[in-house]
């Protein structure tokens, strides 16, 4: 067979036809989850959410819209710097667990959570939800300090899940030296630039939104960048450096140690919470081990004794009911997020919140 | 180095880019292979490529012997001196992996290595003066024993000492002593030593007559494509090829190559290695030495049809990528399956299923020993010696030996009850009754093949056939075994009713072009996490 035998028109018919079969084929045989990040450069060094967006996650077990008002935050109204008189400000700081993926807004943890309370205390609640997905809480201290604190929350809530110190380790925004916390680089802001460039194509965010076979190769990629960048780290720093401990208890020196960044980031932002006059509490996301088998995200050891607050119990009574999905990057289904929300509103509402009442 | 990692994916590329430059020259392209395969088979375990280079020297030394009665003085010290290298670095660097045990048992292989060559060279004078009858059979003799004497060492001797000692404690009430060595088994090793087996005794049966090119023979006994899992190809069929320049790859060629590489992927890590996950969730309690009968038997049917599909994506999904690598160089390697669960007796069935090994065992073994020659009941004998020593070549296992016999009572039974197996010899309806039949008596044997005690036996044979009964797990488990296997039985199906290994080069081009995408999505999107190793990597 010879070059100048090939049918060239097979060839283009082929070449047009390869994509649209292999996005039937996705469609039938294996859905992709479809969830585009719709993420920009923030004014602070670390991404924001685009605000003003409406879009669409859609997976093989979901589909829900993701709404962003004008100051990027999930919500569909704006809010003022300072709360009204009978207002319960709450601030929210977390990833896509906290920006409430794989729900409707109207079934997120936050929007139930903001109603028991509303019911309970009769004031006006509003919640700021500052979370972005892929966020660590080295990102969400920089946000804090620089906007969120400036809304006067009465409360702060960090969702901390077990990615949060890998998290910080990459993005080195913030460094222990001799049991301080330091601030590292100036920014982190991976891929934002041709994110937001690519994002500017109504073409690119119909293919982010609508196409399984781009966000199948896209979900590969990423992955198979992450394996290799990892391998690359490990075969050219072989033994990292061991983290300074900045708590001198010979327990801390084991399983703490990673953990100890991200717990020093954790309690500068709770010392500026409560210099601000409000509250903080930590919600620990449950690990998912099975669909009725989890376990507990933030550490055992804490040298700081930071406030925290699980629903491992309740998603352990749970029964096997489904509180995650488990088919789509694994964020809670309505049900978890009415677990969560009957957690955190039972711990604030046994605080000095619960205490106040609104006519 | 599985062919289906990544390693070998980089391993191949380079190989190939120098392939290119040196096919012409046909010495300069042979060694690149020999090197080439040496490197991969080092890259599983440099300890035991000696035994290849042992194997290599002993049989194209024995060949030569038989056919022509001398060796040249320079070809002696030559191979001498290529064993006594081999031994050095190969075995050497081996026992320096290992430390000082490994050191200690190296330092007597290298030994033994360098007494056998020069014992070797000691009778060769006096083997040169024999007649040529007692030439030929005494190299024949020497050559078969070594062969099987390395086989029977690394791969028998532990279970055939273990049930010695394990029978002795029967009979005298005692202790049974431990009298295993812990030999590892080396990767392949019954494969190539059936394949150089096969080249001294076609010489002797002057089938094929001995190559003076050691580099051309050591090539084809270590040929990496086909090395470690077969199929175990005929000097006659493959060693020439080694003598002469192949044809040049051409786009069919090239086609045709990529599809049987891309084919036994697809058979390999979306159909075998998703069949898997059933096979070992249901195997699994068993394994662990669980003895309770489900009250969901049919649960453990649908595992047996998962292994029927697993054990054929595994084994036959390795020679089509064998005979992919191999055409893209320009070699042709046999058909090692012909539509396996198509057929419609034991004798059909083993014509279909691992032919280099059955052919193999029909023409060292079966016909040697009397073939049908001899009444009924010596024919009886000879394909259940045949068959429970074809057990044994797979596995140093009493389950292996067990699911020997059982095909060789199987091939007994269907000649006794004279079922014909000639094409046209029953309707459509009865052939379809006989295939059913025939896949079910298959899977018999895959449980005899893959149950690791005889518990696992007696449990799923009384669930299949005392609770009949399906569960939630039996239909979430046929899904399973649907979703991953309709596409390669209806391709079957269109093997079978075109009668073709390729029928897509019937059909229309825009229906090959899908079926392309189908097989390439279905290996991006549907391969199972987590590469499993070969099955018959174990044999």
Redesign the interface.
């Known amino acids: 067979?010879?070059l100048r035998n090939i049918k060239w028109w097979?060839v283009l018919?082929?070449v047009l036809?390869?994509p649209i079969?292999?996005e039937l084929?996705?469609r039938v045989?294996?859905p992709v989850p479809m969830l585009p990040r719709f993420i920009e450069a923030g004014p602070h060094g670390v991404r924001t959410n685009m605000p003003g967006r409406t879009y669409r996650h859609q997976t093989p077990e979901y589909k829900v819209e993701i709404r962003t008002n004008a100051q990027g935050l999930r919500a569909d109204e704006e809010f003022d710097r300072s709360p009204g008189d009978d207002t319960i400000r709450i601030v929210v700081l977390g990833d896509s667990f906290g920006m409430g993926y794989g729900v409707n807004l109207e079934e997120s943890s936050l929007h139930l959570l903001e109603r028991r309370l509303a019911e309970a205390t009769g004031c006006e609640v509003e919640i700021l939800n500052f979370s972005v997905s892929g966020f660590g809480p080295a990102e969400q201290l920089i946000v804090l300090e620089a906007e969120a604190i400036d809304f006067d929350p009465d409360l702060v809530v960090q969702y901390y899940f077990s990615n949060d110190p890998t998290d910080d380790l990459r993005s080195s925004l913030f460094r222990l030296e001799d049991g301080e916390l330091k601030r590292g680089n100036s920014n982190y802001l991976p891929a934002v630039k041709i994110r937001e460039f690519l994002f500017s194509f109504a073409v690119y965010r119909w293919l982010a939104s609508e196409s399984n076979l781009y966000n199948?190769f896209r979900d590969?990629a990423g992955a198979n960048a992450k394996y290799w960048l990892a391998k690359y780290r490990s075969w050219a720093r072989p033994a990292p450096p061991p983290l300074p401990v900045p708590v001198e208890t010979p327990e801390a020196e084991d399983e703490t140690v990673p953990h100890l960044l991200t717990l020093a980031i954790l309690d500068r932002m709770r010392r500026m919470t409560q210099d601000a006059g409000a509250e903080f509490l930590i919600l620990s996301i449950p690990i998912r081990r099975a669909r009725d088998r989890f376990t507990e995200s933030f550490p055992e050891r804490d040298p700081f004794s930071l406030p925290v607050v699980s629903p491992l119990d309740r998603f352990n009574a749970a029964e096997g009911r489904m509180l995650y999905w488990e088919r789509s990057h694994g964020h809670w289904t309505p049900l978890g997020c009415r677990l969560v929300a009957d957690e955190l509103a039972d711990a604030i509402l046994n605080g000095p919140i619960g205490r106040r009442a609104c006519d | 180095m599985l062919f289906n990692s990544l390693e070998f994916a980089l391993f191949f590329l380079a190989f190939f880019t120098l392939y290119m430059l040196l096919r012409r020259r046909v010495f300069a392209r042979n060694l690149l292979i020999l090197a080439a395969s040496y490197f991969f088979y080092c890259a599983w375990d440099v300890r035991f490529m000696q035994l290849i280079v042992v194997s290599t020297a002993v049989d194209y030394a024995a060949a030569l012997m038989i056919d022509r009665g001398r060796i040249p003085i320079l070809h002696r010290l030559g191979v001498s001196l290529y064993v006594v290298a081999g031994a050095v670095g190969f075995v050497g660097v081996g026992g320096h992996l290992l430390g000082d045990g490994g050191l200690s048992s190296s330092g007597a292989l290298i030994t033994g290595c360098v007494g056998a060559t020069i014992l070797f060279n000691l009778a060769y004078p006096l083997l040169t003066r024999l007649s040529e009858n007692a030439r030929r059979r005494s190299v024949l003799v020497a050559s078969i024993v070594v062969n099987l004497g390395i086989l029977a060492t690394f791969k028998y001797f532990d279970f055939f000492a273990d049930s010695f000692s394990r029978m002795v404690s029967g009979v005298f009430g005692t202790e049974p002593s431990d009298w295993t060595v812990g030999f590892v088994l080396p990767v392949g090793i019954s494969f190539y030593t059936f394949q150089t087996m096969s080249y001294s005794i076609d010489v002797f049966r002057r089938k094929t007559s001995a190559s003076g090119r050691f580099v051309d023979v050591a090539a084809y006994i270590a040929f990496f494509p086909q090395l470690v899992a077969g199929p175990i190809e005929r000097a006659s069929q493959l060693l020439p090829q080694f003598h002469e320049v192949r044809p040049p790859l051409d786009l069919d060629r090239f086609r045709r190559g990529a599809w049987l590489i891309v084919w036994g992927l697809f058979k390999k890590v979306v159909v075998a290695d998703n069949m898997a996950i059933v096979v070992n969730a249901t195997f699994g309690p068993y394994d662990q030495g669980g003895t309770v009968v489900p009250a969901d038997g049919l649960t453990l049917l649908v595992a047996l049809y998962a292994f029927a599909l697993q054990i054929y994506g595994d084994f036959s999904g390795y020679t089509d990528i064998a005979r992919g690598v191999s055409k893209l160089l320009g070699f042709d390697l046999m058909r090692n399956f012909d539509l396996p669960y198509f057929a419609t007796s034991p004798s059909d069935f083993w014509r279909r299923w691992h032919i280099s090994l059955s052919s193999w065992l029909r023409d060292y073994l079966y016909i040697p020993l009397g073939g049908n020659k001899g009444g009924p009941w010596f024919t009886y004998r000879n394909l259940t010696i045949t068959m429970l020593l074809g057990g044994l070549w797979h596995g140093a296992a009493w389950n292996f030996v067990i699911w020997g016999a059982y095909h060789g009572v199987l091939l007994s039974i269907y000649r006794a009850l004279g079922m014909r197996t000639e094409e046209g010899a029953y309707s459509r309806p009865v052939i379809l009754l006989l295939g059913l039949l025939m896949f079910h008596l298959t899977c018999i044997g895959w449980l005899l093949f893959r149950a690791q005690n005889v518990g696992t036996i007696v449990v799923f044979l009384q669930g299949i056939f005392l609770n009949p009964i399906a569960s939630e797990q039996t239909w979430t488990d046929l899904a399973q075994v649907v979703k991953f296997g309709w596409f390669l039985v209806l391709f079957q199906i269109a093997q079978a009713v075109t009668r073709t290994q390729d029928p897509m080069r019937r059909w229309h081009w825009f229906v090959r072009l899908n079926i392309w995408v189908f097989i390439a999505m279905s290996l991006f999107a549907l391969s199972a996490r987590g590469s499993q190793e070969f099955i018959y990597f174990a044999f």
């Open positions: 067979m010879k097979r018919i082929g036809w390869i079969a292999a084929w996705l045989f294996a199948f590969k």
